[in-house]
């Protein structure tokens, strides 16, 4: 997927020049062979010098299925002697002879651009349509001609994106050069940064003449060898809604309730303590998550205690319980709030306490997991935030609260996940880190929402709203 903002700015009217900068393994090459997949229909050629066509057909298997799409130009020396008359200024055209003029002048008897002849061709035999031409590098071209990166732009531009109304993408391996920058018509860099150690690919757009930019900045992924990036986060919502389909629990592990999630962790263990850290301005959400998990315990004859919390009131629980198709278990759902005068509990499934019983009795949630195991046997799921317990117990009573939690879970197998965010104490957030047996991190980073575990240890995964079951669900991409 390439972004909207670069796919408006190929598209427009036009020649124009877009450069692609960034450092060797950024993933600049593969980035320009999706442009090219993404404009098939605007004559791709690719002049590299890099390598042969049959290495470059290994390196990029994608390249030999589009062969009869897409020119590979290798880099060789045959001269070229044939010109084109030059028609007038409003007939699209190549002016082939400006490379004899411009090699010339710039490096007499040395300057030989052999390739641009068929490139040249290739771009005349298509007219009037729109050709896309990618060289790759324009440093690596630079040298071999013996002529100044510069000098490649203001030629390209003087015999194909004016007269031609060709688009030409230069790759560079050079960051920041503000000349060139300013003779191309846009810029994107490609840059690699480290999460906790982990390494994440972003994109960002400098200019792009004529084209607003309301998102500059992307992450992206090349897994499997295509360039994708990713889209700010979005909420969906299903066309039509339908029941939830439960993933199996296992003898020895619950399922999440997400198949992309059991694949990376293999499931939550019997009587496992889940930690989730959310990160600052992290959409609610995230909550999709552990109410996948609930949704899935209890969609197979199991129960869920949830304390209640912002973007999961018990309001929130019903309408998700709704949603996923299983309101006939409605009551297999507990969801513990706070006491509030002005709005009556009416629900049988909601419990209220008032905030000086949760801080003289921590154990409320245990309680009500025991009453629903014995109500309705099966599997229990507890779901709580420590942010709001932070708000009603010191945090010495809170961190032995935490340390007994975890050893209820264990004792009972039964599956709790603790939710702490960014406002919470670091106290609270180590005790919970250190009692956790897997212990989940999401942030969001470029408007992109992201999760990576830090317990066991894996790659950034990027989250994405999925619709496609009939219920809210999500996909995890690896970041690669």
Request: aromatic letters at 10%; hydrophobic letters at 35%.
């Given at each position: 997927m390439i972004p909207e903002?670069?796919?408006?700015?190929?598209?427009?009217?036009?020649?124009?020049?877009?450069?692609?900068?960034?450092?060797?393994?950024?993933?600049?090459?593969?980035?320009?062979?999706?442009?090219?997949?993404?404009?098939?229909?605007?004559?791709p050629i690719y002049l590299t010098t890099r390598s042969t066509t049959e290495a470059m057909y290994q390196y990029f298997p994608r390249l030999r299925r589009k062969r009869e799409e897409i020119d590979i130009i290798e880099s060789k020396g045959i001269f070229w002697d044939k010109f084109f008359k030059k028609g007038d200024d409003t007939t699209l055209r190549v002016e082939k002879d400006a490379f004899e003029v411009y090699g010339m002048l710039d490096d007499p008897g040395k300057t030989d651009l052999s390739e641009f002849d068929m490139v040249c061709d290739r771009v005349d035999a298509f007219l009037p349509g729109t050709s896309l031409l990618v060289l790759d590098s324009l440093e690596g071209l630079s040298d071999k001609y013996n002529v100044s990166e510069k000098f490649l732009i203001t030629l390209l531009n003087r015999c194909l994106i004016e007269p031609a109304h060709t688009k030409v993408v230069f790759i560079l391996e050079k960051e920041n050069d503000a000349e060139l920058n300013y003779l191309a018509d846009g810029v994107v860099s490609l840059q690699q940064k480290e999460i906790d150690g982990r390494r994440v690919r972003t994109l960002s757009i400098d200019k792009l003449r004529?084209?607003?930019?309301?998102?500059?900045?992307?992450l992206f992924t090349l897994g499997n060898g295509r360039f994708h990036s990713f889209n700010p986060f979005e909420v969906m919502h299903p066309a039509?809604?339908?029941?939830?389909?439960?993933?199996?629990?296992t003898k020895t592990s619950y399922s999440t309730g997400n198949h992309?999630?059991?694949?990376?962790?293999?499931?939550?263990?019997?009587g496992s303590y889940i930690l989730l850290e959310?990160?600052?301005?992290?959409?609610?959400?995230?909550?999709?998550?552990?109410?996948?998990?609930?949704?899935?315990v209890v969609s197979q004859n199991g129960s869920a205690v949830i304390l209640s919390v912002s973007g999961a009131g018990p309001g929130e629980v019903k309408n998700y319980v709704f949603e996923y198709g299983l309101s006939d278990k409605l009551n297999s759902f507990r969801v513990v709030t706070e006491k509030n005068p002005e709005e009556?509990?009416?629900?049988?499934?909601?419990?209220a306490y008032d905030k000086e019983y949760f801080s003289n009795k921590f154990?409320?949630?245990?309680?009500?997991?025991?009453?629903?195991?014995?109500?309705?046997?099966?599997d229990v799921v507890k779901i709580v935030d420590y942010g709001i317990l932070e708000t009603m117990i010191d945090q010495p009573?809170?961190?032995?609260?935490?340390?007994?939690?975890?050893?209820?879970?264990?004792?009972?197998?039964?599956?709790?996940?603790?939710?702490?965010?960014?406002?919470?104490?670091?106290?609270?957030?180590?005790?919970?880190?250190?009692?956790?047996?897997?212990?989940?991190?999401?942030?969001?980073?470029?408007?992109?929402?992201?999760?990576?575990?830090?317990?066991?240890?894996?790659?950034?995964?990027?989250?994405?709203?999925?619709?496609?079951?009939?219920?809210?669900?999500v996909k995890l991409t690896s970041v690669r």
């Amino acid at each position: 997927m390439i972004p909207e903002e670069i796919r408006g700015f190929l598209s427009q009217e036009g020649g124009s020049s877009l450069i692609i900068q960034g450092s060797p393994g950024t993933g600049k090459t593969i980035m320009a062979l999706e442009l090219m997949d993404a404009f098939l229909n605007h004559n791709p050629i690719y002049l590299t010098t890099r390598s042969t066509t049959e290495a470059m057909y290994q390196y990029f298997p994608r390249l030999r299925r589009k062969r009869e799409e897409i020119d590979i130009i290798e880099s060789k020396g045959i001269f070229w002697d044939k010109f084109f008359k030059k028609g007038d200024d409003t007939t699209l055209r190549v002016e082939k002879d400006a490379f004899e003029v411009y090699g010339m002048l710039d490096d007499p008897g040395k300057t030989d651009l052999s390739e641009f002849d068929m490139v040249c061709d290739r771009v005349d035999a298509f007219l009037p349509g729109t050709s896309l031409l990618v060289l790759d590098s324009l440093e690596g071209l630079s040298d071999k001609y013996n002529v100044s990166e510069k000098f490649l732009i203001t030629l390209l531009n003087r015999c194909l994106i004016e007269p031609a109304h060709t688009k030409v993408v230069f790759i560079l391996e050079k960051e920041n050069d503000a000349e060139l920058n300013y003779l191309a018509d846009g810029v994107v860099s490609l840059q690699q940064k480290e999460i906790d150690g982990r390494r994440v690919r972003t994109l960002s757009i400098d200019k792009l003449r004529g084209i607003s930019i309301p998102q500059p900045n992307y992450l992206f992924t090349l897994g499997n060898g295509r360039f994708h990036s990713f889209n700010p986060f979005e909420v969906m919502h299903p066309a039509d809604y339908l029941t939830f389909k439960p993933i199996p629990n296992t003898k020895t592990s619950y399922s999440t309730g997400n198949h992309d999630m059991d694949e990376i962790l293999g499931g939550y263990p019997i009587g496992s303590y889940i930690l989730l850290e959310i990160g600052e301005s992290v959409d609610n959400f995230f909550y999709i998550l552990p109410v996948l998990t609930a949704v899935n315990v209890v969609s197979q004859n199991g129960s869920a205690v949830i304390l209640s919390v912002s973007g999961a009131g018990p309001g929130e629980v019903k309408n998700y319980v709704f949603e996923y198709g299983l309101s006939d278990k409605l009551n297999s759902f507990r969801v513990v709030t706070e006491k509030n005068p002005e709005e009556p509990i009416t629900e049988d499934f909601v419990v209220a306490y008032d905030k000086e019983y949760f801080s003289n009795k921590f154990n409320i949630l245990d309680r009500e997991t025991q009453k629903m195991y014995a109500e309705h046997g099966g599997d229990v799921v507890k779901i709580v935030d420590y942010g709001i317990l932070e708000t009603m117990i010191d945090q010495p009573a809170l961190k032995k609260g935490i340390i007994s939690e975890k050893k209820y879970t264990a004792a009972n197998r039964i599956l709790t996940i603790a939710i702490c965010k960014h406002s919470t104490a670091p106290e609270i957030k180590k005790t919970l880190a250190d009692v956790s047996d897997i212990h989940l991190k999401l942030y969001k980073c470029n408007n992109t929402m992201i999760v990576y575990g830090e317990k066991p240890t894996t790659g950034i995964y990027v989250i994405e709203p999925d619709v496609s079951h009939g219920y809210k669900d999500v996909k995890l991409t690896s970041v690669r």
